[in-house]
C-alpha cells in the first residue's frame, strides 16, 4: 500500500470505495515547534481494505502543521512504510 497524490485525489479514493480506512492504531508520536510551524511524527498501524483484500501496515506518518491567525492548518502529510521495530526518537 503506497503512492503519491493530492487531497483531491485521496477524497476521490475513498469515495469510490477503492481504499477503506478501517482503523490507526497510534503507538509513538513525537512533536518539534519551530515558531508557527509544528511538526508531528507518530508511528502507526493502519488496517484497510484495498478491493476485497484486509491489509496492515506499518507507517510513519509525519505531519506538517502552520499556525496562521489563531488556527493551526495542515500543510503536508506523509506516509512511509517502516519495519514493526521502528520507533519514533524523542
Not at 503512492?3 to 509513538?28: F, N, S
Not at 507518530?42 to 507507517?59: C, H, P
Request: aromatic letters at 10%; charged letters at 30%.
Amino acid at each position: 500500500m503506497g503512492g503519491t497524490w493530492k487531497k483531491a485525489e485521496e477524497l476521490e479514493i475513498i469515495k469510490t470505495g477503492r481504499i477503506w480506512y478501517k482503523q490507526a492504531d497510534v503507538h509513538d508520536v513525537a512533536v518539534e515547534m519551530f515558531e508557527n510551524t509544528g511538526i508531528v511524527w507518530s508511528r502507526i498501524t493502519l488496517t484497510a481494505a484495498l478491493g476485497s483484500n484486509e491489509v496492515k501496515t506499518e507507517f510513519t506518518v509525519t505531519e506538517v502543521f502552520q499556525k496562521q491567525g489563531s488556527e493551526w492548518k495542515l500543510l503536508d502529510l506523509t506516509f512511509s512504510s517502516v519495519r514493526d521495530e521502528h520507533q519514533i526518537r524523542k
